[in-house]
Protein backbone atom coordinates (compact mmCIF):
# COMPACT_ATOMS: atom_id res chain seq x y z
CA UNK A 1 0.00 0.00 0.00
CA UNK A 2 1.49 3.28 -0.93
CA UNK A 3 1.73 6.41 1.85
CA UNK A 4 -0.06 9.27 1.22
CA UNK A 5 3.30 10.90 1.13
CA UNK A 6 4.27 9.14 -1.65
CA UNK A 7 0.52 9.31 -3.55
CA UNK A 8 1.49 13.44 -3.22
CA UNK A 9 5.05 13.05 -4.56
CA UNK A 10 3.72 10.57 -7.49
CA UNK A 11 0.60 13.07 -7.98
CA UNK A 12 3.52 15.87 -8.49
CA UNK A 13 5.38 14.01 -10.81
CA UNK A 14 2.41 13.08 -12.47
CA UNK A 15 1.21 16.47 -12.67
CA UNK A 16 4.33 18.04 -14.58
CA UNK A 17 4.55 15.64 -16.91
CA UNK A 18 0.75 16.35 -18.47
CA UNK A 19 1.41 19.68 -18.21
CA UNK A 20 4.12 19.48 -20.10
CA UNK A 21 2.38 17.51 -22.84
CA UNK A 22 -0.90 19.80 -22.37
CA UNK A 23 1.34 22.99 -23.46
CA UNK A 24 2.40 21.09 -26.98
CA UNK A 25 -1.20 19.32 -27.81
CA UNK A 26 0.57 17.01 -30.95
CA UNK A 27 3.74 15.71 -29.22
CA UNK A 28 4.73 13.66 -32.01
CA UNK A 29 3.00 14.27 -34.95
CA UNK A 30 0.70 11.66 -36.62
CA UNK A 31 2.39 9.43 -39.78
CA UNK A 32 1.90 6.61 -42.20
CA UNK A 33 2.85 3.35 -40.37
CA UNK A 34 1.24 1.02 -42.62
CA UNK A 35 -0.69 1.30 -45.84
CA UNK A 36 -2.48 -1.16 -48.83
CA UNK A 37 -4.24 0.88 -51.20
CA UNK A 38 -5.71 -2.78 -52.88
CA UNK A 39 -5.84 -6.02 -50.17
CA UNK A 40 -8.77 -8.31 -50.39
CA UNK A 41 -8.41 -8.55 -46.18
CA UNK A 42 -9.24 -6.65 -43.04
CA UNK A 43 -7.59 -5.32 -40.14
CA UNK A 44 -8.23 -5.58 -36.34
CA UNK A 45 -6.72 -4.59 -33.25
CA UNK A 46 -5.95 -7.08 -30.10
CA UNK A 47 -4.70 -5.75 -26.87
CA UNK A 48 -5.17 -5.60 -23.00
CA UNK A 49 -4.55 -2.84 -20.29
CA UNK A 50 -1.59 -4.06 -18.21
CA UNK A 51 -2.67 -1.94 -14.64
CA UNK A 52 -5.67 -2.93 -12.59
CA UNK A 53 -6.94 -2.46 -9.20
CA UNK A 54 -5.62 -6.07 -8.85
CA UNK A 55 -3.08 -8.24 -9.98
CA UNK A 56 -5.45 -11.37 -11.21
CA UNK A 57 -9.21 -10.35 -10.90
CA UNK A 58 -11.00 -8.33 -13.25
CA UNK A 59 -12.31 -5.04 -12.69
CA UNK A 60 -15.81 -4.56 -14.03
CA UNK A 61 -16.94 -1.76 -11.86
CA UNK A 62 -17.73 2.35 -12.83
CA UNK A 63 -14.70 3.52 -10.62
CA UNK A 64 -11.44 5.23 -12.76
CA UNK A 65 -8.09 4.78 -12.46
CA UNK A 66 -7.79 8.34 -10.10
CA UNK A 67 -9.91 6.02 -7.31
CA UNK A 68 -6.96 3.35 -7.03
CA UNK A 69 -3.85 2.23 -6.24
CA UNK A 70 -3.08 0.84 -9.80
CA UNK A 71 -0.92 -2.35 -9.65
CA UNK A 72 0.46 -4.90 -12.26
CA UNK A 73 -1.69 -7.52 -13.72
CA UNK A 74 0.44 -10.67 -14.21
CA UNK A 75 -1.36 -13.53 -15.74
CA UNK A 76 1.37 -15.91 -16.97
CA UNK A 77 2.47 -18.10 -13.79
CA UNK A 78 5.85 -17.15 -14.99
CA UNK A 79 7.86 -16.46 -12.29
CA UNK A 80 10.85 -14.24 -14.84
CA UNK A 81 8.13 -11.76 -15.38
CA UNK A 82 6.54 -8.80 -13.23
CA UNK A 83 3.30 -7.83 -15.36
CA UNK A 84 1.62 -9.69 -18.24
CA UNK A 85 -1.38 -10.17 -20.15
CA UNK A 86 -2.97 -11.50 -22.63
CA UNK A 87 -5.13 -11.60 -26.02
CA UNK A 88 -6.85 -14.17 -28.46
CA UNK A 89 -6.58 -14.44 -31.70
CA UNK A 90 -8.13 -16.47 -34.78
CA UNK A 91 -7.08 -16.62 -38.31
CA UNK A 92 -9.05 -18.37 -40.63
CA UNK A 93 -7.44 -21.43 -42.55
CA UNK A 94 -7.30 -19.80 -45.81
CA UNK A 95 -5.89 -16.37 -44.05
CA UNK A 96 -2.35 -15.10 -43.93
CA UNK A 97 -1.00 -12.11 -41.75
CA UNK A 98 0.25 -9.35 -44.02
CA UNK A 99 1.12 -6.76 -41.25
CA UNK A 100 1.29 -7.23 -37.24
CA UNK A 101 2.48 -3.94 -35.49
CA UNK A 102 2.99 -3.73 -31.57
CA UNK A 103 2.49 -0.76 -29.50
CA UNK A 104 2.76 -0.73 -25.67
CA UNK A 105 3.26 1.75 -22.86
CA UNK A 106 2.24 4.04 -19.81
CA UNK A 107 1.05 7.33 -18.71
CA UNK A 108 4.47 7.04 -16.62
CA UNK A 109 7.40 4.88 -16.55
CA UNK A 110 10.13 5.15 -14.31
CA UNK A 111 13.15 7.22 -15.33
CA UNK A 112 15.59 4.67 -15.17
CA UNK A 113 13.66 1.49 -16.74
CA UNK A 114 13.77 -0.31 -20.36
CA UNK A 115 10.32 1.33 -20.94
CA UNK A 116 11.01 0.39 -24.32
CA UNK A 117 11.64 -3.59 -24.36
CA UNK A 118 8.78 -5.85 -23.70
CA UNK A 119 8.68 -9.49 -23.47
CA UNK A 120 6.62 -10.84 -26.35
CA UNK A 121 5.18 -14.49 -27.09
CA UNK A 122 2.98 -16.16 -30.25
CA UNK A 123 0.15 -19.36 -29.15
CA UNK A 124 2.38 -22.44 -27.94
CA UNK A 125 5.77 -20.16 -27.98
CA UNK A 126 8.08 -19.01 -25.56
CA UNK A 127 8.82 -15.25 -24.73
CA UNK A 128 10.85 -13.57 -27.01
CA UNK A 129 12.83 -9.98 -25.88
CA UNK A 130 11.62 -7.16 -27.99
CA UNK A 131 13.43 -3.76 -28.62
CA UNK A 132 11.23 -1.10 -30.16
CA UNK A 133 11.70 0.05 -33.27
CA UNK A 134 10.07 3.85 -32.31
CA UNK A 135 9.82 5.18 -29.81
CA UNK A 136 6.40 7.96 -29.68
CA UNK A 137 7.74 10.73 -26.64
CA UNK A 138 8.65 7.53 -24.50
CA UNK A 139 4.97 6.67 -23.77
CA UNK A 140 4.19 4.38 -26.36
CA UNK A 141 6.79 2.37 -27.87
CA UNK A 142 6.46 -0.17 -31.31
CA UNK A 143 7.48 -2.42 -33.03
CA UNK A 144 7.03 -4.11 -36.00
CA UNK A 145 6.56 -8.19 -35.63
CA UNK A 146 5.31 -9.36 -38.78
CA UNK A 147 8.16 -11.50 -39.46
CA UNK A 148 8.34 -12.43 -36.23
CA UNK A 149 4.54 -13.93 -35.87
CA UNK A 150 4.56 -15.37 -39.19
CA UNK A 151 7.42 -17.56 -38.42
CA UNK A 152 5.63 -18.85 -35.78
CA UNK A 153 3.80 -22.35 -36.39
CA UNK A 154 0.56 -21.25 -34.55
CA UNK A 155 -1.21 -17.95 -35.68
CA UNK A 156 -3.95 -18.45 -33.61
CA UNK A 157 -4.62 -18.73 -29.79
CA UNK A 158 -2.98 -16.35 -27.20
CA UNK A 159 -0.61 -13.64 -27.18
CA UNK A 160 1.20 -12.55 -24.22
CA UNK A 161 2.71 -9.25 -23.30
CA UNK A 162 4.74 -8.97 -20.34
CA UNK A 163 6.94 -6.83 -18.74
CA UNK A 164 5.04 -3.23 -19.67
CA UNK A 165 7.05 -1.11 -17.40
CA UNK A 166 4.90 1.17 -15.74
CA UNK A 167 4.82 3.59 -12.24
CA UNK A 168 2.43 2.46 -9.86
CA UNK A 169 -0.54 4.35 -8.08
CA UNK A 170 -3.20 6.70 -8.42
CA UNK A 171 -4.09 7.93 -11.85
CA UNK A 172 -1.66 5.14 -13.63
CA UNK A 173 -2.39 3.71 -17.14
CA UNK A 174 -0.65 1.12 -19.21
CA UNK A 175 -1.45 -1.49 -21.44
CA UNK A 176 -0.80 -3.00 -25.53
CA UNK A 177 -2.60 -3.36 -28.58
CA UNK A 178 -1.24 -5.24 -31.88
CA UNK A 179 -2.73 -4.20 -35.41
CA UNK A 180 -2.96 -6.86 -37.17
CA UNK A 181 -3.73 -7.21 -41.45
CA UNK A 182 -4.85 -9.86 -43.02
CA UNK A 183 -5.45 -11.31 -46.63
CA UNK A 184 -8.18 -13.50 -47.73
CA UNK A 185 -9.76 -15.09 -50.44
CA UNK A 186 -12.91 -14.21 -49.12
CA UNK A 187 -12.61 -11.20 -48.16
CA UNK A 188 -13.65 -7.87 -50.00
CA UNK A 189 -11.62 -5.57 -51.41
CA UNK A 190 -9.99 -2.63 -49.45
CA UNK A 191 -8.01 0.64 -48.53
CA UNK A 192 -6.41 -0.35 -45.36
CA UNK A 193 -4.37 2.56 -43.54
CA UNK A 194 -2.86 3.07 -40.25
CA UNK A 195 -1.47 6.09 -38.55
CA UNK A 196 0.71 6.31 -35.40
CA UNK A 197 1.86 9.62 -33.46
CA UNK A 198 1.36 11.09 -29.83
CA UNK A 199 -1.52 13.49 -29.30
CA UNK A 200 -3.27 15.64 -25.78
CA UNK A 201 -6.66 16.22 -26.52
CA UNK A 202 -8.50 18.09 -23.82
CA UNK A 203 -10.43 21.40 -23.21
CA UNK A 204 -7.77 23.68 -23.89
CA UNK A 205 -6.26 21.84 -26.49
CA UNK A 206 -9.59 20.14 -28.25
CA UNK A 207 -8.73 18.57 -31.36
CA UNK A 208 -6.69 16.25 -33.17
CA UNK A 209 -7.94 15.38 -36.87
CA UNK A 210 -6.10 12.74 -39.49
CA UNK A 211 -6.77 12.35 -43.27
CA UNK A 212 -6.71 9.31 -45.37
CA UNK A 213 -7.08 9.42 -49.05
CA UNK A 214 -5.58 7.40 -52.16
CA UNK A 215 -8.76 5.00 -52.43
CA UNK A 216 -12.17 5.52 -54.15
CA UNK A 217 -15.52 3.66 -52.54
CA UNK A 218 -17.67 1.84 -54.69
CA UNK A 219 -20.15 3.95 -57.29
CA UNK A 220 -23.83 4.23 -56.67
CA UNK A 221 -26.07 2.19 -56.02
CA UNK A 222 -23.75 -0.07 -53.76
CA UNK A 223 -23.61 0.34 -50.52
CA UNK A 224 -20.31 1.57 -48.80
CA UNK A 225 -18.46 -0.28 -45.94
CA UNK A 226 -15.51 0.57 -43.60
CA UNK A 227 -14.62 0.63 -39.99
CA UNK A 228 -12.50 3.06 -37.63
CA UNK A 229 -10.18 1.99 -35.25
CA UNK A 230 -8.38 3.82 -32.24
CA UNK A 231 -6.24 3.07 -29.77
CA UNK A 232 -5.73 5.53 -26.40
CA UNK A 233 -4.77 6.60 -23.04
CA UNK A 234 -6.81 7.97 -19.91
CA UNK A 235 -10.44 7.83 -21.17
CA UNK A 236 -12.30 7.34 -18.05
CA UNK A 237 -15.97 5.32 -17.78
CA UNK A 238 -17.16 8.60 -15.95
CA UNK A 239 -15.94 11.45 -17.56
CA UNK A 240 -17.51 12.88 -20.27
CA UNK A 241 -17.19 15.39 -23.15
CA UNK A 242 -14.44 13.35 -25.65
CA UNK A 243 -16.07 12.38 -29.07
CA UNK A 244 -14.55 11.09 -32.05
CA UNK A 245 -15.79 12.33 -35.46
CA UNK A 246 -16.09 11.43 -38.97
CA UNK A 247 -16.27 12.96 -41.99
CA UNK A 248 -15.86 12.50 -45.77
CA UNK A 249 -14.90 15.00 -48.37
CA UNK A 250 -18.27 15.24 -50.31
CA UNK A 251 -20.25 15.35 -46.87
CA UNK A 252 -20.98 19.17 -45.09
CA UNK A 253 -19.98 18.50 -41.65
CA UNK A 254 -18.66 16.06 -39.06
CA UNK A 255 -20.77 12.81 -37.84
CA UNK A 256 -20.14 11.67 -33.83
CA UNK A 257 -19.19 7.98 -34.04
CA UNK A 258 -20.76 5.57 -31.13
CA UNK A 259 -21.73 2.16 -30.64
CA UNK A 260 -23.94 -0.03 -28.14
CA UNK A 261 -20.68 0.87 -25.86
CA UNK A 262 -19.31 3.91 -26.64
CA UNK A 263 -21.24 7.00 -26.61
CA UNK A 264 -20.90 9.93 -28.66
CA UNK A 265 -20.35 12.28 -25.63
CA UNK A 266 -18.18 9.81 -23.57
CA UNK A 267 -16.38 8.04 -26.57
CA UNK A 268 -12.90 7.23 -24.95
CA UNK A 269 -14.17 5.54 -21.57
CA UNK A 270 -12.08 2.46 -20.29
CA UNK A 271 -12.96 0.02 -22.94
CA UNK A 272 -11.37 -2.62 -25.36
CA UNK A 273 -14.80 -3.29 -28.06
CA UNK A 274 -14.80 -4.39 -31.55
CA UNK A 275 -18.11 -3.46 -33.49
CA UNK A 276 -20.21 -2.22 -30.41
CA UNK A 277 -19.21 -5.09 -28.45
CA UNK A 278 -16.79 -5.34 -25.30
CA UNK A 279 -13.54 -8.22 -26.10
CA UNK A 280 -13.43 -10.99 -23.53
CA UNK A 281 -11.32 -13.78 -24.65
CA UNK A 282 -8.44 -11.72 -23.32
CA UNK A 283 -6.96 -12.07 -19.53
CA UNK A 284 -7.98 -9.95 -17.94
CA UNK A 285 -10.86 -9.60 -19.39
CA UNK A 286 -12.27 -6.42 -17.17
CA UNK A 287 -15.10 -4.58 -18.85
CA UNK A 288 -13.61 -1.51 -17.24
CA UNK A 289 -9.60 -1.22 -18.32
CA UNK A 290 -9.51 1.64 -15.95
CA UNK A 291 -7.97 3.99 -18.91
CA UNK A 292 -6.42 1.68 -21.87
CA UNK A 293 -8.81 2.26 -24.80
CA UNK A 294 -8.79 0.30 -27.77
CA UNK A 295 -11.80 0.45 -30.47
CA UNK A 296 -13.08 -0.68 -33.85
CA UNK A 297 -16.26 0.91 -34.81
CA UNK A 298 -18.00 -0.49 -37.68
CA UNK A 299 -19.56 2.56 -39.65
CA UNK A 300 -21.66 1.02 -41.63
CA UNK A 301 -23.89 0.40 -38.94
CA UNK A 302 -23.95 4.32 -38.80
CA UNK A 303 -23.99 4.39 -43.14
CA UNK A 304 -27.56 3.63 -43.71
CA UNK A 305 -27.93 5.32 -47.10
CA UNK A 306 -24.22 6.05 -47.26
CA UNK A 307 -25.49 9.01 -45.13
CA UNK A 308 -22.18 9.80 -43.92
CA UNK A 309 -19.48 7.56 -46.31
CA UNK A 310 -20.88 8.16 -49.71
CA UNK A 311 -20.25 6.80 -53.42
CA UNK A 312 -16.93 7.40 -55.38
CA UNK A 313 -15.66 9.25 -52.22
CA UNK A 314 -11.47 9.60 -52.61
CA UNK A 315 -11.13 10.81 -49.13
CA UNK A 316 -12.23 10.97 -45.11
CA UNK A 317 -10.98 12.91 -42.21
CA UNK A 318 -11.22 11.22 -38.49
CA UNK A 319 -11.44 13.57 -35.83
CA UNK A 320 -10.52 13.38 -31.89
CA UNK A 321 -11.82 16.18 -29.40
CA UNK A 322 -12.55 16.69 -25.81
CA UNK A 323 -14.32 19.31 -24.11
CA UNK A 324 -13.71 17.84 -20.57
CA UNK A 325 -11.97 14.35 -20.11
CA UNK A 326 -7.98 13.96 -21.07
CA UNK A 327 -7.42 11.69 -24.24
CA UNK A 328 -3.85 10.60 -25.25
CA UNK A 329 -4.57 9.19 -28.96
CA UNK A 330 -1.34 7.15 -30.07
CA UNK A 331 -3.09 5.05 -33.38
CA UNK A 332 -5.64 5.58 -35.72
CA UNK A 333 -6.69 2.90 -38.55
CA UNK A 334 -9.01 3.39 -41.46
CA UNK A 335 -10.54 0.38 -43.39
CA UNK A 336 -13.22 0.67 -46.41
CA UNK A 337 -14.24 -1.16 -49.37
CA UNK A 338 -13.20 0.26 -52.53
CA UNK A 339 -13.82 0.15 -56.29
CA UNK A 340 -10.49 -1.20 -58.40
CA UNK A 341 -9.24 -3.56 -60.68
CA UNK A 342 -7.08 -6.56 -59.94
CA UNK A 343 -5.17 -8.52 -62.83
CA UNK A 344 -4.38 -11.88 -61.41
CA UNK A 345 -1.64 -13.18 -63.80
CA UNK A 346 -0.49 -16.60 -63.37
CA UNK A 347 2.65 -18.16 -64.60
CA UNK A 348 3.91 -21.62 -65.89
CA UNK A 349 6.76 -23.56 -67.57
CA UNK A 350 6.10 -26.53 -68.87
CA UNK A 351 7.76 -29.08 -71.65
CA UNK A 352 6.16 -29.99 -74.60
CA UNK A 353 3.91 -32.80 -73.39
CA UNK A 354 2.82 -29.92 -70.79
CA UNK A 355 4.77 -31.02 -68.04
CA UNK A 356 5.47 -28.73 -65.88
CA UNK A 357 9.13 -28.16 -64.98
CA UNK A 358 10.08 -27.26 -61.52
CA UNK A 359 13.47 -27.46 -59.63
CA UNK A 360 13.02 -30.85 -58.57
CA UNK A 361 12.57 -31.69 -62.61
CA UNK A 362 15.15 -29.29 -64.73
CA UNK A 363 15.53 -29.86 -68.60
CA UNK A 364 18.55 -30.40 -70.12
CA UNK A 365 20.75 -27.67 -72.21
CA UNK A 366 19.04 -26.64 -75.06
CA UNK A 367 15.57 -27.77 -74.27
CA UNK A 368 12.79 -25.98 -76.11
CA UNK A 369 9.79 -25.25 -73.84
CA UNK A 370 6.41 -23.12 -73.25
CA UNK A 371 6.17 -20.16 -71.12
CA UNK A 372 2.46 -19.72 -70.59
CA UNK A 373 0.97 -17.04 -68.42
CA UNK A 374 -2.54 -16.62 -68.00
CA UNK A 375 -4.73 -13.20 -66.74
CA UNK A 376 -8.06 -12.31 -65.00
CA UNK A 377 -9.20 -9.33 -64.10
CA UNK A 378 -10.64 -10.34 -60.16
CA UNK A 379 -11.53 -6.89 -59.42
CA UNK A 380 -14.53 -4.81 -58.90
CA UNK A 381 -13.75 -2.43 -61.61
CA UNK A 382 -13.13 -2.40 -65.49
CA UNK A 383 -9.40 -2.08 -66.22
CA UNK A 384 -7.93 -0.03 -69.21
CA UNK A 385 -4.52 0.85 -70.79
CA UNK A 386 -3.43 -2.50 -69.71
CA UNK A 387 -0.50 -4.41 -70.68
CA UNK A 388 1.90 -7.18 -69.35
CA UNK A 389 5.91 -7.09 -69.30
CA UNK A 390 7.60 -10.32 -69.70
CA UNK A 391 11.46 -9.53 -69.40
CA UNK A 392 13.29 -13.16 -71.11
CA UNK A 393 16.75 -14.43 -69.34
CA UNK A 394 19.38 -13.61 -72.13
CA UNK A 395 20.28 -17.38 -71.95
CA UNK A 396 17.04 -18.29 -73.68
CA UNK A 397 15.72 -17.69 -77.19
CA UNK A 398 12.67 -16.79 -78.10
CA UNK A 399 10.24 -18.09 -80.99
CA UNK A 400 8.66 -15.67 -81.82
CA UNK A 401 6.63 -17.61 -84.78
CA UNK A 402 5.22 -19.37 -81.73
CA UNK A 403 3.75 -16.93 -79.87
CA UNK A 404 -0.34 -17.56 -79.43
CA UNK A 405 -2.42 -14.57 -78.09
CA UNK A 406 -6.16 -14.20 -77.73
CA UNK A 407 -8.14 -12.03 -80.17
CA UNK A 408 -7.39 -8.41 -78.67
CA UNK A 409 -3.81 -8.42 -77.41
CA UNK A 410 -1.54 -7.63 -79.32
CA UNK A 411 2.39 -7.99 -78.75
CA UNK A 412 6.28 -6.49 -79.82
CA UNK A 413 9.45 -7.74 -78.77
CA UNK A 414 12.53 -4.88 -77.80
CA UNK A 415 15.46 -7.35 -78.80
CA UNK A 416 18.23 -4.68 -76.87
CA UNK A 417 16.19 -5.24 -73.69
CA UNK A 418 14.53 -8.36 -74.21
CA UNK A 419 11.08 -7.23 -73.25
CA UNK A 420 8.00 -9.23 -74.67
CA UNK A 421 4.98 -6.29 -74.21
CA UNK A 422 1.44 -7.89 -74.39
CA UNK A 423 -1.21 -5.36 -74.79
CA UNK A 424 -4.32 -6.22 -73.48
CA UNK A 425 -8.17 -4.63 -75.27
CA UNK A 426 -10.45 -3.77 -72.09
CA UNK A 427 -13.07 -5.91 -73.68
CA UNK A 428 -10.81 -8.53 -71.53
CA UNK A 429 -10.36 -7.23 -68.47
CA UNK A 430 -13.69 -6.29 -67.54
CA UNK A 431 -14.34 -6.38 -63.77
CA UNK A 432 -14.84 -9.79 -61.79
CA UNK A 433 -18.12 -12.11 -63.45
CA UNK A 434 -17.76 -9.90 -66.04
CA UNK A 435 -14.19 -11.63 -67.08
CA UNK A 436 -12.37 -14.59 -67.68
CA UNK A 437 -9.28 -15.91 -67.80
CA UNK A 438 -7.25 -15.65 -71.41
CA UNK A 439 -3.74 -17.68 -71.75
CA UNK A 440 -0.64 -16.17 -73.82
CA UNK A 441 1.68 -19.41 -74.88
CA UNK A 442 4.84 -19.15 -76.78
CA UNK A 443 8.03 -21.37 -76.93
CA UNK A 444 11.87 -20.78 -76.17
CA UNK A 445 14.65 -22.36 -76.37
CA UNK A 446 17.50 -23.13 -73.41
CA UNK A 447 21.19 -22.50 -74.61
CA UNK A 448 23.27 -25.49 -75.24
CA UNK A 449 26.22 -23.12 -73.97
CA UNK A 450 27.22 -24.38 -71.08
CA UNK A 451 29.02 -20.78 -70.57
CA UNK A 452 25.76 -18.81 -70.87
CA UNK A 453 25.09 -20.75 -67.15
CA UNK A 454 28.73 -19.45 -65.59
CA UNK A 455 28.14 -16.04 -66.68
CA UNK A 456 24.56 -16.29 -65.03
CA UNK A 457 25.94 -17.84 -61.81
CA UNK A 458 23.04 -20.31 -61.84
CA UNK A 459 20.88 -22.69 -63.34
CA UNK A 460 17.66 -20.93 -62.75
CA UNK A 461 16.72 -18.39 -65.53
CA UNK A 462 14.28 -16.03 -63.84
CA UNK A 463 11.84 -14.62 -66.58
CA UNK A 464 10.06 -11.71 -64.65
CA UNK A 465 6.77 -10.54 -65.40
CA UNK A 466 4.95 -7.61 -64.34
CA UNK A 467 1.52 -6.04 -65.35
CA UNK A 468 0.26 -2.36 -65.70
CA UNK A 469 -3.15 -0.96 -66.09
CA UNK A 470 -5.87 1.80 -64.68
CA UNK A 471 -9.59 1.96 -63.57
CA UNK A 472 -11.79 2.76 -65.74
CA UNK A 473 -13.72 4.58 -62.83
CA UNK A 474 -11.75 4.07 -59.75
CA UNK A 475 -9.14 6.14 -62.25
CA UNK A 476 -6.29 3.75 -59.78
CA UNK A 477 -2.77 3.25 -61.54
CA UNK A 478 -1.16 0.20 -60.96
CA UNK A 479 2.18 0.01 -61.96
CA UNK A 480 4.77 -3.27 -61.61
CA UNK A 481 2.66 -5.78 -60.31
CA UNK A 482 4.70 -9.13 -59.97
CA UNK A 483 2.73 -12.13 -61.92
CA UNK A 484 2.02 -15.18 -59.48
CA UNK A 485 4.07 -18.62 -59.84
CA UNK A 486 1.55 -20.74 -58.07
CA UNK A 487 -1.57 -20.63 -56.35
CA UNK A 488 -2.35 -22.25 -52.97
CA UNK A 489 -5.95 -24.07 -52.37
CA UNK A 490 -7.45 -21.33 -50.85
CA UNK A 491 -6.74 -19.41 -54.13
CA UNK A 492 -4.08 -17.15 -52.78
CA UNK A 493 -1.03 -16.30 -55.19
CA UNK A 494 2.47 -16.36 -54.33
CA UNK A 495 4.56 -13.56 -56.22
CA UNK A 496 7.56 -14.89 -57.83
CA UNK A 497 9.40 -15.09 -61.59
CA UNK A 498 8.29 -17.48 -64.40
CA UNK A 499 11.17 -19.80 -64.08
CA UNK A 500 12.98 -22.41 -66.03
CA UNK A 501 15.42 -24.52 -64.58
CA UNK A 502 18.19 -26.11 -66.38
CA UNK A 503 20.52 -29.30 -65.41
CA UNK A 504 24.13 -28.18 -66.73
CA UNK A 505 25.80 -31.34 -64.32
CA UNK A 506 27.25 -31.98 -67.55
CA UNK A 507 28.84 -29.41 -68.29
CA UNK A 508 32.84 -28.58 -66.94
CA UNK A 509 33.85 -25.35 -66.06
CA UNK A 510 37.25 -23.85 -65.56
CA UNK A 511 38.01 -23.47 -61.73
CA UNK A 512 39.75 -19.72 -62.20
CA UNK A 513 36.04 -18.66 -64.92
CA UNK A 514 34.03 -20.22 -62.42
CA UNK A 515 33.25 -17.15 -60.02
CA UNK A 516 30.19 -15.95 -58.33
CA UNK A 517 29.48 -13.05 -56.66
CA UNK A 518 33.60 -12.71 -56.50
CA UNK A 519 33.59 -16.40 -54.32
Given amino acids: MKTKKMTKIWGLILLLTFSSISYSQTIVPFKKRYESVGINGDLTIIGNSILNNSVNIPYNGNGINNDFNMVYVDIDNDPATFSSSSADYSLASCDRIVYAGLYWGSVLAPSN ?96 SFYYNGFKTPPAPSPVEGRVGVAALEGDLRLVGDRMAFRADSKPGFTYLYDAQSATDNFFNSKITVDGAVVTNRNLNSTNTLSWDQKIIDLTALNAGNSILGNDETGVTVRVESRGDEIFTFLNTFAVNIIEPVLKVLTRVEDTSGNEITHNSPVPLGTTVFYNISFENVGTDNATNTYIINTIPFNVTLDQSSITVPTGVT ?24 SQTHLIRYQVTASNNCFDYTDACTNLLQNSIASYYDGEQSGTNIAGTPGFNAINGCGLGTAGSMDLFVDTSSCSFDSELYLCNDT
Fill in 113 to 208: SNANTVKFKTPGGAYQTLTADVSLNNIIYYKDVTTLINAAPNKSGTYYVANVVSTLGRNMAAGWSMVIVYEGPNESRKFISTFDGFNHVSSGYPTE
Fill in 411 to 434: YSYNTGTRELRFNIDKSLVQKKGL
